[in-house]
């Protein structure tokens, strides 16, 4: 393949992103390990180059009234290249998941049948201005076998070419094959729908980014997607919660990282017990700044809170805000998560078994938690090492997904002349 | 909810299902085998009621031109419900997957982590003329604790109309949510669109019948789908093929059900054993009426084969014809299943070892063989009892299908007041 993308046509790439994808399912461990570390030395080695073509990427964006966040999340500097040249030899130093054996069992008839992890072939990912994914992508989807086709939008342009660029030249040195990690970026908003449509050369699409990217993705997509949600997550204070518990862990799930997915949203309280624990807690979230957006029960407790609307009830907030509403038990609020849940994280704070077994088996989410913090719904966390992301579909991958999630299963059975009878 | 369905609107039908959907997923196993018993006794026992739709579903199928072919597959009689009703008792035997640990773990900070399986929630199912899937898939939705909202199409209405409501008055005897089987047949086309599109409320959609229904799902939902398509499957005879092996395996695979996605649809021989192995192995066959389509060495070997045509190499025949084709090597083998096959499963007959792990390793279906016949890809010959269907994709699940592959999983995090640091 030539390797100027330019000249070179849509199918033309996809047509060499499986055949390089033929060639990664057979590779060996170490061979894909080289790669990632020419990946995790090239980053650096070119941090001029790339921090050039994000500076024409950053003054594109402040004169197209790109948004302050969305600036920084396009934003590389040098310490953030050091970050995700780190993240590659983290990858590195995680089990391969490729051939493992999920189960197997000899027949009756001496046939031999083996369930194998096997890549999944050729992954596509669509995202919005965050050069970073191209890197964690990359390496998450070569350490899994799979080649990668990414479609990283107009903002990040220039900075995803050249990373790309660097990323290949990586794989060049390292024997594996250039057009393993491709970008289709050249061919815009046409490309990326293509891409939706291209059944039999990309095996499974993840978006990542926005509400409305993820859903225009799946409403488009014939090719089957990994959806990574958002969290509109609850934590339930049922009456016999622990005081300093509950302080505790509500204080952690709103403020340690309020801009992510597993950050708390709504906080629901017993009616019984909410004068005792709902003037601590939100006295201690007020000191953090955050501001209560309260129901009517909420405000006479609690006389600084905003009153809230409907709305707040549905609101992925990612700052220092937060809903909280007092019911009147655990039904109530087992009714409030069922109507308004994303189906991502919910806790409840408790020292009573019942109703705890009640909230695990009824909340239908991807985490279901008894006291502790929903801020621990992550791969990292988990033991997983590098995150792909949180599912929050129920298909394939629910939750934290690790390397295993970027895999297909094969059945390998093996005879000795077996017919069936 | 009332039982008549006929005033309910489809939003109201699919809010009932997921309300059982809520239900099904605590009820215990007992309950659940309980109620499957109840149908597998109901079906005979409203015998007379559903052959009498049956015969009207057969009359407007006449009068309609319906071919001979989905006629059959239509029509119940006495045995045919006998046949059903003993599959769901085949179902109450297997073990409920709902609950099971998939893997868990303690982690540094005290968290007990599990993930466990639990139902989908609500599965769709979209199919063609054959009564016998509403009875099946209603059970192993059941089974494994899922609400299900059947589209079984305008040809078999009636049937399936009387087929929900024995379905539903089994349930009702056993307890469980008359609404955890339910048809949305009266609303038509237009209701199987809406599945499609209905997000939030369907968890997963299997389509099972022609390539184009399967096409039509995957290209209109919006809802998760499990595919379960065609099997243009392969048999390669390597230069080291036993004679006795070949004519057997080849023998079966074609002849002994010929009308299912497993069976041989194209046979490839190695230059080199094709003077050796092609005669006896296509005399064989032709003894029981097979018809040998060959590419020109073929013809060469087999003067009574018809010339094969570029469409016979993607053809699914599901009937006694068979495409033949002489390689060179190997690499010819792969090459031409990489270009034809639908990736359900291919086997090679050989005894030499590398071969036979270079074919396990390079050829990309959900079942890879050595020396064994292709009718071996199955639920119930790979022992899971009653079969989904088998999937031809690579998300989620691969393969035959079983009850756990009608379940999920969900994250569940036992703490004591950790927050993260």
Same mark, same amino acid.
Not at 152 to 162: I, K, L, P, Y
């Given at each position: 393949?030539?390797?100027?993308?330019?000249?070179?046509?849509?199918?033309?790439?996809?047509?060499?992103?499986?055949?390089?994808?033929?060639?990664?399912?057979?590779?060996?461990?170490?061979?894909?390990?080289?790669?990632?570390?020419?990946?995790?030395?090239?980053?650096?080695?070119?941090?001029?180059?790339?921090?050039?073509?994000?500076?024409?990427?950053?003054?594109?964006?402040?004169?197209?009234?790109?948004?302050?966040?969305?600036?920084?999340?396009?934003?590389?500097?040098?310490?953030?290249?050091?970050?995700?040249?780190?993240?590659?030899?983290?990858?590195?130093?995680?089990?391969?998941?490729?051939?493992?054996?999920?189960?197997?069992?000899?027949?009756?008839?001496?046939?031999?049948?083996?369930?194998?992890?096997?890549?999944?072939?050729?992954?596509?990912?669509?995202?919005?201005?965050?050069?970073?994914?191209?890197?964690?992508?990359?390496?998450?989807?070569?350490?899994?076998?799979?080649?990668?086709?990414?479609?990283?939008?107009?903002?990040?342009?220039?900075?995803?070419?050249?990373?790309?660029?660097?990323?290949?030249?990586?794989?060049?040195?390292?024997?594996?094959?250039?057009?393993?990690?491709?970008?289709?970026?050249?061919?815009?908003?046409?490309?990326?729908?293509?891409?939706?449509?291209?059944?039999?050369?990309?095996?499974?699409?993840?978006?990542?980014?926005?509400?409305?990217?993820?859903?225009?993705?799946?409403?488009? $997509? =014939?090719?089957?997607?990994?959806?990574?949600? #958002?969290?509109? &997550?609850?934590?339930? /204070? @049922? +009456?016999?919660? !622990?005081?300093?518990?509950?302080?505790?862990?509500?204080?952690?799930?709103?403020?340690?990282?309020?801009?992510?997915?597993?950050?708390?949203?709504?906080?629901?309280?017993?009616?019984?017990?909410?004068?005792?624990?709902?003037?601590?807690?939100?006295?201690?979230?007020?000191?953090?700044?955050?501001?209560?957006?309260?129901?009517?029960?909420?405000?006479?407790?609690?006389?600084?809170?905003?009153?809230?609307?409907?709305?707040?009830? $549905? =609101?992925?907030?990612?700052?220092?805000?937060? #809903?909280?509403? &007092?019911?009147?038990? /655990? @039904? +109530?609020?087992? !009714?409030?998560?069922?109507?308004?849940?994303?189906?991502?994280?919910?806790?409840?704070?408790?020292?009573?078994?019942?109703?705890?077994?009640?909230?695990?088996?009824?909340?239908?989410?991807?985490?279901?938690?008894?006291?502790?913090?929903?801020?621990?719904?992550?791969?990292?966390?988990?033991?997983?090492?590098?995150?792909?992301?949180?599912?929050?579909?129920?298909?394939?991958?629910?939750?934290?997904?690790?390397?295993?999630?970027?895999?297909?299963?094969?059945?390998?059975?093996?005879?000795?002349?077996? &017919?069936?009878?």
């Amino acid at each position: 393949m030539p390797e100027t993308a330019v000249a070179t046509s849509f199918t033309d790439k996809l047509t060499a992103s499986r055949e390089a994808a033929r060639a990664l399912a057979t590779a060996t461990t170490a061979q894909k390990n080289t790669a990632l570390r020419a990946i995790a030395d090239a980053v650096l080695r070119n941090q001029a180059r790339v921090l050039q073509a994000n500076e024409l990427d950053l003054a594109n964006g402040r004169d197209n009234g790109l948004s302050a966040g969305l600036q920084d999340r396009l934003r590389l500097d040098e310490k953030r290249l050091i970050a995700l040249s780190q993240a590659v030899l983290e990858i590195v130093a995680l089990p391969d998941p490729v051939g493992d054996v999920v189960r197997g069992s000899s027949l009756e008839n001496g046939l031999q049948l083996t369930q194998i992890r096997v890549p999944f072939g050729v992954v596509g990912a669509i995202y919005e201005a965050r050069p970073n994914v191209t890197i964690d992508i990359a390496a998450l989807a070569l350490k899994s076998g799979n080649a990668v086709v990414l479609r990283g939008g107009t903002a990040a342009e220039n900075t995803n070419r050249v990373l790309v660029e660097v990323i290949q030249s990586a794989l060049e040195e390292a024997g594996l094959p250039i057009d393993s990690v491709q970008t289709i970026d050249e061919f815009g908003r046409e490309g990326a729908k293509e891409l939706m449509r291209a059944r039999g050369f990309v095996d499974v699409l993840i978006p990542r980014g926005s509400a409305d990217l993820i859903n225009s993705v799946v409403a488009e $997509s =014939t090719v089957p997607v990994i959806e990574t949600g #958002a969290g509109v &997550v609850h934590i339930y /204070l @049922d +009456e016999s919660a !622990d005081l300093e518990n509950s302080v505790a862990i509500v204080h952690n799930a709103k403020v340690q990282r309020p801009s992510v997915c597993n950050a708390l949203e709504t906080l629901l309280v017993n009616a019984a017990s909410a004068p005792r624990l709902l003037p601590p807690v939100l006295a201690k979230l007020r000191e953090s700044g955050v501001t209560v957006h309260g129901d009517s029960r909420t405000l006479e407790l609690f006389p600084d809170a905003l009153p809230a609307t409907d709305e707040d009830w $549905s =609101t992925e907030y990612m700052s220092l805000d937060v #809903a909280v509403r &007092v019911v009147d038990d /655990l @039904d +109530e609020a087992l !009714d409030h998560i069922r109507q308004y849940s994303t189906h991502h994280t919910e806790s409840i704070i408790t020292n009573d078994l019942a109703r705890a077994e009640r909230f695990l088996a009824e909340v239908d989410s991807a985490v279901v938690m008894v006291n502790a913090s929903t801020r621990f719904t992550d791969g990292g966390e988990f033991g997983f090492g590098a995150e792909v992301g949180i599912s929050t579909q129920k298909l394939h991958a629910r939750g934290p997904m690790g390397l295993p999630e970027l895999t297909s299963t094969k059945w390998v059975v093996r005879g000795s002349g077996q &017919v069936r009878g």
